[in-house]
């Protein structure tokens, strides 16, 4: 959510939301909130959606790379961190292959 909170702040551009998981696209998406351990955070991060134009996007767990070393690196460097205008070490490699384009209509 601090990743999201901060790409507002630094951009006035519409947001695109790619995930993949169904679920997670879908509580986004829907009214009906999910009863489940989540709920309050997908209420958070709608509230933040709320003000700015989203593009919710499917993609394929492949396709999905950089978020999940990203989300490793954070668990086993307990650690979270931004990088403004580079990239870090832990995705040098994967980072160009993960650039997954999108049309805005």
């Known amino acids: 959510m601090q990743g999201l ?3 507002l702040q630094h951009s006035d551009l519409p947001v695109v939301v790619q995930t993949d998981s169904s679920e997670a696209l879908s ?3 829907n009214d009906e909130l999910l009863r489940s351990a989540y709920g309050q955070i997908v209420m958070e991060i709608k509230a933040l959606l709320g003000t700015r134009e989203f593009f919710p996007q499917k993609i394929t767990r ?3 790379r950089v ?3 990203l989300a490793k690196y954070s668990r086993t460097e307990h650690a979270t961190a931004v990088w ?3 990239v870090p070490p832990c995705i040098e490699d994967l980072w160009p292959l993960d650039c997954n384009s999108i049309t805005l209509q």
């Open 5 to 7: 909170a901060l790409a």
């Open 27 to 29: 509580s986004l998406t």
């Open 62 to 64: 492949l396709q999905n």
């Open 67 to 69: 978020a999940d070393r």
């Open 84 to 86: 403004l205008g580079s």
